[in-house]
């Protein structure tokens, strides 16, 4: 494991990481293999990988139902290009999508797929597509994009545009676009349902008057729906989607879901946009698509949207490509992850794995530091109290602070693979997870607040 180690920094660049807190303030882990929930470093120690390795993993490592799809279609068609070309694993998982996609009565379904290579260029695909609709339409006033606060949507820079968190932001704020910003439904601190729902619609309400300030101006608005991931976990009731939808059709704005981390059962639905009962106009999946075995991401659009791009000019077609576009390998492994949803009951599994999670969670409400434990589907969160001497205004960030250095290290060596966002613990693990791994992930858990306790 240390030759590793230094062979890594002797040339990685890691993402997401202040590379002078290597190697003494931020371990590294050579992972040797993946099994299941684990990971297996070179020195044989068992890591519970709690964050489904930045939320993708969501069947397990190594799944070998998946693992056989990819090998069997490596022998067939690795790649081709997607352009002029076709391949049964593409059609095949644009029909299998589509079918599953969420719907709503007396809305027109979504209906064509395009395929991108990984979450921010879909956004990215997405936010285009807004646009270019409207100027395809000779509408050229409509150039602006409504985002919430707290929001994260990647960090390509259109994506980086649609995000707040100002630590990512700040400096490049010279090359971002001009987004508009709505207040966040999030429901922290919320006693009960109807306090959730009462900020939902507080913030609906405030939506509407940005809505109605900037009348002609907003092509499209993106969130993530029920929960803001990387913004800390913040969690909001569906009522919030459903005014939302209402808010755009009124205004003649398109709606992007971001269900790039909440999508394929995270939420305890198959999509989250299916708790509000609504159907967006553009639909962004990746992450846990593949069972995070290969990048792929899918956007999904309405047949208006589709049809705003046909013409006999080329400058009017939606001419945004990636080399990877619907790979074979990927798409072979989506279908694979999409089957053991159908032969698994992966959904009904997750419901009975997110009481347990909540059940070995409840006692962790009683540590001092603890501000909140909040949950959506098997989304857990455990917030702390700010530290007193971080005046960050970064809202949530990888690992902030000092304390979270210290907890990272703390659930690492004991077997844990945890990464705090700011004040917030998190648990989102594989589908796969077993009652011992969950005992196992709460004990560690409760043993590194009071680590954090004990240093505060």
């Not at 807190?21 to 299941?36: I, N, Q, T, W, Y």
């Not at 799944?63 to 279609?73: F, G, L, S, V, Y």
């Not at 609504?278 to 899918?298: E, Y």
């Not at 690492?412 to 613990?425: A, N, Q, S, T």
């Given at each position: 494991a ?21 190697p003494?303030?931020l ?5 040797a ?18 964050v ?5 993993n969501i ?5 070998p139902?998946?693992a ?10 690795e ?6 070309c ?16 969420p719907?709503e009565?007396g809305r027109?379904?979504?209906s ?29 006033g409509?150039?602006?994009?409504v985002?919430?606060h ?25 090359l971002?676009?001009d987004?508009?910003?709505?207040p ?15 900020r ?6 405030a939506l509407?008057v ?6 002609g ?8 729906p ?24 009124t ?13 394929f ?10 708790q ?10 990746s ?10 991401c899918?956007v999904?659009a ?10 006999d000019?080329?400058?009017r077609?939606f ?9 074979p390998?990927a798409c072979?492994a ?13 959904l009904a ?6 009481q347990m999670?909540a059940?070995?969670a ?44 210290r907890?990272y290290?703390?659930a690492?060596e ?23 791994q969950?005992?196992?992930l ?11 306790s004990r240093?505060?």
């Amino acid at each position: 494991a240390e030759a590793w180690r230094a062979r890594d920094l002797a040339v990685l660049w890691h993402p997401c990481t202040q590379m002078r807190e290597h190697p003494d303030a931020l371990p590294l882990f050579p992972v040797a293999r993946g099994d299941g929930a684990w990971l297996v470093g070179h020195d044989g120690q068992r890591v519970l990988d709690a964050v489904s390795s930045w939320w993708t993993n969501i069947h397990g490592h190594a799944e070998p139902r998946i693992a056989t799809a990819i090998a069997n279609q490596a022998h067939t068609l690795e790649q081709v290009i997607l352009a002029g070309c076709s391949h049964a694993p593409a059609v095949e998982l644009a029909e299998r999508l589509l079918a599953l996609a969420p719907r709503e009565a007396g809305r027109a379904p979504l209906s064509k797929v395009f395929y991108a290579d990984n979450g921010s260029a879909g956004v990215e695909v997405a936010l285009k597509m807004a646009f270019h609709w409207f100027h395809n339409q000779g509408i050229t006033g409509r150039t602006r994009f409504v985002a919430l606060h707290g929001s994260y949507h990647g960090e390509t820079l259109g994506a980086l545009s649609v995000g707040d968190l100002p630590l990512y932001r700040r400096v490049y704020a010279p090359l971002l676009l001009d987004v508009l910003f709505a207040p966040s439904p999030d429901a922290f601190g919320s006693r009960n349902v109807t306090d959730a729902i009462t900020r939902a619609n507080a913030a609906a309400d405030a939506l509407a008057v940005l809505f109605e300030t900037h009348a002609g101006e907003i092509c499209a608005f993106i969130l993530e729906p029920l929960v803001q991931c990387a913004g800390g976990m913040r969690m909001h009731h569906p009522q919030y989607l459903r005014r939302v939808r209402e808010l755009c059709d009124t205004h003649g704005i398109f709606l992007i879901a971001d269900e790039i981390a909440v999508g394929f059962g995270r939420t305890g639905t198959l999509f989250a946009c299916e708790q509000g009962g609504i159907q967006p106009d553009l639909l962004c999946l990746s992450k846990g698509l593949t069972g995070g075995f290969l990048p792929l991401c899918a956007v999904l659009a309405t047949q208006r949207i589709y049809d705003g791009f046909l013409d006999d000019s080329r400058e009017r077609a939606f001419l945004h490509s990636h080399s990877y576009s619907g790979n074979p390998l990927a798409c072979a492994a989506a279908l694979a992850s999409l089957n053991i949803f159908a032969s698994d009951a992966v959904l009904a599994r997750n419901h009975d794995t997110a009481q347990m999670m909540a059940a070995l969670a409840a006692p962790l409400r009683s540590y001092p530091l603890v501000a909140e434990v909040r949950q959506t589907g098997m989304i857990l969160a455990i917030e702390l109290s700010p530290e007193p001497d971080n005046h960050d205004d970064g809202h949530a960030v990888e690992i902030a602070g000092r304390r979270g250095l210290r907890m990272y290290r703390h659930a690492l060596e004991h077997g844990v693979l945890l990464r705090p966002l700011g004040d917030v613990l998190y648990w989102m693990p594989p589908y796969c997870i077993d009652t011992a791994q969950l005992q196992h992930l709460a004990s560690v858990t409760a043993a590194t607040l009071e680590e954090a306790s004990r240093c505060a």
